[in-house]
């Protein structure tokens, strides 16, 4: 078994990861714009001539670590490149990364060459020539810090590149980004069915021929004359010979069966000399006979075949390549109307370059996912084209974002901040693989709003990548009028979509009170519609529409990485367990037993199903619907003790399963009082509360150890509100006489 990585357009990991273990990968791991997983080199050869997305596959030759040029050197060229490299074949050399010692990938790439020429010279008396296109093989060598990894490139050049194209249009799609979407937009299954599908304006075919291609069973580089493993030493002639003889054979039957009929994939476009080029290309592409292109304008695309339903996936001009904003917008309404007059039952995949110009279609993207092709960030829209996803394009209050609003000064200024904010947090979010975070937070006093991104992860669904934005619109004074109010909201909304490309439809807007945690349990909706994102590895179910709260607490990300860092071999106790994250974190660190204590039915159910999502739904670890004081209470009196509690209690509670009221200012005295009483001699009590006046009772450092750690505890995406939360660790003391604190009839000692 070999080590290998696959690299990939951003957007698409999760595709090539499936790709990957259908081929017969294992300990496939997702890192961004690359997997990495383990394999056989058939493994390998499949990937190379399969995979309709992957940009390259690396096998790893050696990883070591290095501080300086000196040091790198003399360890790449230790490597015995005899048994990867014949010199009388050419070399490529490639350095990416950062190392502190070289940060000019130039440099780089040129003490990686200088190694291996010089080793090979010494070993063989022969050093290679360099060649920068097709060469005999391809190096490759990434720096993360002081940490190397050096890789032969198997691919050789980008995959993207399938041997086909014989010439290109204005601006033409990656054939991999080109087969990402086909496979997002479900494509393979629907072309089983013997949907149509069409291209409108296909340019020079990229889709249609990359459609036609997946439909007929081609591997996606069958016909690519150039890979880079043919020349390097260790290439099995003969396993290699096996895969692509089985891969013509499927492509054999699939070819003869779609022969037997007309015609289903059609392209147009109004430039007679695309469609020239199209039909050349897929003569090249092999799949001439079953496609058939047209020169056609826009607005007379129809569906070409007595069928249902189908699938019409396009890559419109946008501003960039057109030059011309307004004649994009004009392109994208056109294909609004088309769709929303032609194509009722359809499904369409649209990728655009502009977030704004998904507006413009008049129709609801059921997902919006998004995507790069080459550098350039773009966004795919999938649309589900019924008619209860038909917009009403006339102006409908604050719903409506329309082209003025979106270009309004405040909407520009508002998407601006975004925009830096964002640029400020995506190396700590990289770094940290920090999916779920704030990303404004009353920035700007005219815009309180409270603003959290979300990426969700649900690996059996098609929601997988998908980001969500919760924003909450902090309580405005009485005296502001209401229509200023709608106003700012509408452009926060438009500044947000022109910031991020996220749709409306993923845009959650809540009005409340400044953090009043106690509103957490109030039900909003019961649309039951649950996603799930990562923390730390973990899982977690999280909803965007039922509740005031999503289920997943940002601010305390750093405090559940304190349990979980504090929980191995410990009894952990989580009270006011809300949707048992921190249960989550205490099981993932080793926690002996756990136990959740809440009023809710609801959140105890829910607190299941995230252990259950990260494997830790067994018996040591329970769920107990009760009053957390009477509880604790009943506890204390049998004695139970736990090493580690997490007590996070609501700013005020008035439920009516509960006894009383409870105002953590006026109550959270007695209420760490109960918590002691059932924390085991050498344990630790971590309370949080989210109440922004709240001041710790005078007396409760007397009788404990008492340590404030909130400054610890707020993470670096609420710079801006470091008071969200407060958070003290106490413990029992060690030695010495601690005072009694004085209750109703008592007096203190």
């Not at 149509?196 to 069973?217: H, K, N, Q, Y």
């Not at 649309?527 to 899982?539: D, F, P, R, T």
């Not at 809300?578 to 607190?607: I, K």
């Not at 509960?658 to 009082?673: C, S």
Request: hydrophobic letters at 40%.
């Amino acid at each position: 078994m070999r080590q290998f990585l696959a690299s990939v357009p951003r957007g698409f990991a999760d595709l090539l990861a499936r790709e990957l273990i259908e081929f017969g990968a294992l300990d496939v791991r997702e890192r961004g714009n690359a997997v990495a997983f383990t394999g056989t080199l058939e493994v390998a050869y499949r990937a190379c001539l399969s995979s309709w997305t992957a940009s390259r596959i690396y096998v790893e030759v050696l990883r070591f670590e290095a501080y300086d040029d000196a040091e790198i050197y003399a360890a790449l060229r230790a490597i015995d490149w005899t048994v990867h490299i014949n010199p009388q074949f050419t070399l490529a050399c490639e350095w990416s990364g950062k190392h502190p010692a070289i940060s000019n990938t130039h440099f780089g790439t040129l003490r990686l060459k200088d190694a291996i020429c010089d080793s090979l010279r010494d070993s063989t008396g022969i050093r290679p020539d360099i060649a920068t296109q097709e060469p005999g093989v391809r190096v490759h060598a990434h720096a993360v810090g002081t940490k190397v990894t050096v890789s032969i490139d198997l691919a050789g050049e980008g995959l993207h590149r399938r041997g086909w194209r014989a010439a290109t249009g204005e601006a033409p799609l990656r054939e991999n980004v080109a087969g990402g979407i086909l496979l997002r937009a479900m494509w393979p299954m629907q072309s089983a069915s013997g949907a149509p599908f069409l291209d409108p304006m296909c340019g020079s075919g990229t889709f249609v021929i990359e459609a036609a291609r997946m439909a007929a069973g081609f591997s996606a580089n069958q016909g690519r004359n150039y890979f880079g493993f043919q020349r390097w030493q260790q290439h099995d002639v003969e396993l290699w010979q096996q895969v692509y003889n089985l891969a013509l054979t499927r492509s054999s039957v699939g070819l003869e069966a779609m022969r037997a009929q007309p015609p289903k994939i059609f392209g147009c476009d109004h430039d007679a000399r695309a469609i020239r080029v199209a039909r050349e290309n897929a003569s090249y592409a092999g799949v001439s006979e079953l496609v058939r292109f047209e020169v056609s304008e826009l607005g007379e695309s129809r569906p070409f075949v007595d069928f249902p339903a189908g699938l019409l996936c396009t890559n419109p001009p946008w501003g960039i390549r057109l030059g011309d904003d307004s004649q994009a917008r004009t392109v994208h309404a056109q294909l609004g109307e088309v769709l929303r007059t032609h194509f009722i039952g359809w499904r369409a995949a649209v990728l655009t370059g502009d977030a704004s110009l998904g507006l413009e279609l008049g129709l609801r993207a059921s997902r919006v996912h998004t995507v790069y092709n080459g550098g350039i960030e773009c966004r795919l829209l999938r649309i589900e084209v019924a008619t209860e996803t038909i917009r009403d394009l006339r102006p409908r209050q604050e719903s409506r974002i329309n082209t003025e609003l979106t270009q309004s000064p405040g909407a520009v200024m508002f998407g601006n901040r975004i925009t830096k904010n964002l640029k400020k947090l995506v190396a700590w979010t990289r770094r940290e693989s920090v999916s779920c975070y704030r990303i404004y937070d009353a920035d700007m006093p005219e815009y309180s709003f409270a603003i959290d991104q979300y990426t969700t992860t649900d690996k059996s669904s098609s929601a997988s990548g998908l980001r969500w934005l919760v924003m909450q619109e902090y309580m405005a004074p009485a005296d502001i009028p209401e229509e200023s109010l709608r106003k700012r909201r509408g452009e926060a909304l438009a500044g947000l979509i022109l910031a991020t490309g996220i749709a409306r439809e993923q845009i959650q807007l809540r009005t409340r009170r400044r953090n009043k945690r106690g509103e957490q349990y109030t039900k909003r909706d019961q649309l039951g519609e649950y996603h799930v994102v990562i923390e730390n590895e973990l899982q977690f179910r999280v909803n965007f529409g039922d509740y005031l709260d999503t289920g997943l607490f940002l601010d305390h990300r750093s405090t559940r990485m304190r349990l979980r860092n504090a929980a191995h071999g410990k009894r952990f106790l989580n009270l006011f367990s809300y949707t048992g994250s921190a249960t989550v974190y205490a099981a993932a660190g080793g926690a002996s037993a756990t136990t959740a204590v809440d009023l809710s039915a609801t959140y105890l159910d829910w607190s299941r199903s995230n252990l259950a999502l990260n494997g830790f739904d067994h018996p040591q670890h329970i769920r107990i619907q009760a009053d957390v004081r009477n509880w604790l209470r009943e506890s204390a009196t049998i004695q139970q003790k736990f090493d580690l509690i997490f007590c996070d209690p609501p700013t005020f509670s008035n439920s009516k399963r509960m006894q009383g009221i409870f105002d953590v200012q006026r109550d959270h005295a007695d209420l760490i009082e109960e918590c002691m009483a059932v924390l085991a001699p050498e344990g630790l009590l971590l309370f949080s509360t989210n109440s922004q006046k709240f001041r710790l009772d005078d007396w409760l450092p007397t009788r404990y150890d008492v340590r404030d750690i909130t400054k610890a505890t707020i993470p670096i995406d609420f710079f801006r509100n470091t008071h969200i939360h407060q958070c003290f660790e106490v413990r029992i003391p060690t030695t010495g006489v601690t005072p009694v604190r004085a209750t109703a009839g008592l007096t203190e000692i």
